[in-house]
């Protein structure tokens, strides 16, 4: 992790959804073929491979449940499936090897002919806005806790899709939708996983409904309510803001979404990987659940809302004191390794067995800015980029 580099350039994606999918093939080609390459080597992809079966045609299997997929993607999220289709053309590579790589969990899924609930790593954000930000403004912060093999895919880009609002995001290389960003008019969104257990209507990954929604919303309501009536696959925790300085969670099942507020005139929220709602718990996982040996072993025998729930409670013991919090403040909230100071799988700071933090990010809405830092939040080096600007980062301690 010591070897990752401070900054990234933005890919800079403009035109029609298909022109934008080509510019960003074109440019990450290199990347897009090692995380192909790399699904040999993933044990989350393996796993559900028969014993009978040999690895290239259990990948070209894959491959062709991907491109069926798409028929349905096409309908739900048009501008998707063209943008997907622009990565293959631009990359050189199959449209069924990128679209594997885009729906993987609804590959599984249907590989396994059960419904996925895939190990879903881990990830941790703060909000805050008004007397909670020293500077008055919001700000959005949060860790991406992935495998750590993953992170030489990681990818800023920004998007300008013709006749709608541009804006800078945080991604992967092969991937059309988003995880994290801020557009034009400063809504501001990052991306947790949860853990949902209720069956999908969709195929429309939680990343490209994100994308949807900085492409055609200005506000926490707007994106709020676009996300929610849009078919999708997967479960999530979205945090919110924009220029207005308005905050919300949106917690996402596959069939359900419910938007927290802070509580009273209280200008801060938090979350992990671990629904907060009643109407979402009623779709969450069992707490007692573990995993089995269809998990990656590092991981069976383990709660997968252990770590969540122990993130969960170290946060709110840490925002606590009402201080207000400016952005170095938040950066070593996330930095935490816990009461005893040693890093593990439960901490903010995550150095576990499976999954590490891999990017630490700071979203700006009113400055349209996103500050990111590849690597453990303890060891960041953040660099600041702006849209509009990414050609030029400012590099910052």
């Not at 590579?93 to 609930?117: C, D, F, K, R, Y």
Request: proline fraction near 8%; charged fraction near 20%.
């Amino acid at each position: 992790m010591s070897s990752e580099p401070a900054s990234r350039t933005p890919v800079l994606c403009a035109g029609s959804h298909r022109e934008m999918g080509v510019a960003q093939g074109k440019a990450l080609a290199g990347r897009i073929a090692a995380a192909r390459d790399l699904l040999a080597r993933l044990d989350a992809f393996r796993i559900p491979q028969p014993w009978w079966l040999p690895y290239p045609l259990y990948l070209r299997l894959a491959q062709r449940r991907a491109r069926r997929l798409l028929g349905r993607l096409a309908a739900e999220t048009p501008e998707a499936a063209e943008r997907l289709e622009g990565i293959a053309a631009g990359s050189g590579l199959p449209l069924g090897a990128i679209a594997l790589l885009n729906l993987m969990e609804a590959v599984l899924s249907s590989l396994s002919e059960v419904t996925a609930v895939p190990p879903s790593a881990a990830c941790s954000a703060v909000a805050v806005t008004g007397e909670r930000s020293s500077t008055g403004e919001p700000i959005l912060a949060r860790n991406f806790d992935y495998l750590p093999v993953t992170s030489p895919f990681y990818t800023l880009r920004e998007s300008r899709p013709e006749g709608e609002f541009a804006s800078i995001e945080f991604t992967a290389a092969p991937l059309a939708g988003a995880i994290d960003g801020v557009n034009e008019h400063g809504l501001a969104v990052t991306y947790d996983y949860a853990f949902a257990r209720d069956l999908p209507p969709g195929r429309t990954p939680i990343s490209m409904a994100i994308a949807r929604a900085l492409a055609t919303c200005r506000t926490v309501e707007e994106a709020a309510r676009a996300i929610r009536e849009h078919p999708r696959w997967g479960g999530g925790l979205l945090m919110l803001a924009d220029a207005g300085g308005d905050i919300a969670s949106l917690e996402l099942a596959n069939t359900r979404a419910e938007l927290r507020r802070p509580p009273g005139a209280e200008g801060i929220l938090h979350h992990t990987n671990c629904y907060l709602t009643p109407a979402l718990r009623e779709v969450e996982i069992d707490g007692a659940a573990v995993y089995t040996d269809r998990a990656p072993s590092p991981l069976v025998g383990t709660r997968p809302l252990e770590s969540p729930e122990m993130r969960d409670a170290r946060l709110a013991e840490l925002l606590s004191d009402r201080r207000s919090l400016d952005a170095a403040r938040l950066a070593a909230v996330l930095a935490d390794h816990g009461p005893s100071g040693v890093p593990g799988d439960n901490t903010l700071c995550m150095h576990g067995c499976y999954w590490s933090t891999t990017a630490t990010l700071l979203l700006f809405p009113r400055s349209q800015r996103i500050r990111v830092s590849f690597g453990p939040a303890c060891q960041a080096r953040f660099v600041d980029h702006v849209l509009g600007q990414a050609a030029a980062p400012v590099a910052r301690r």
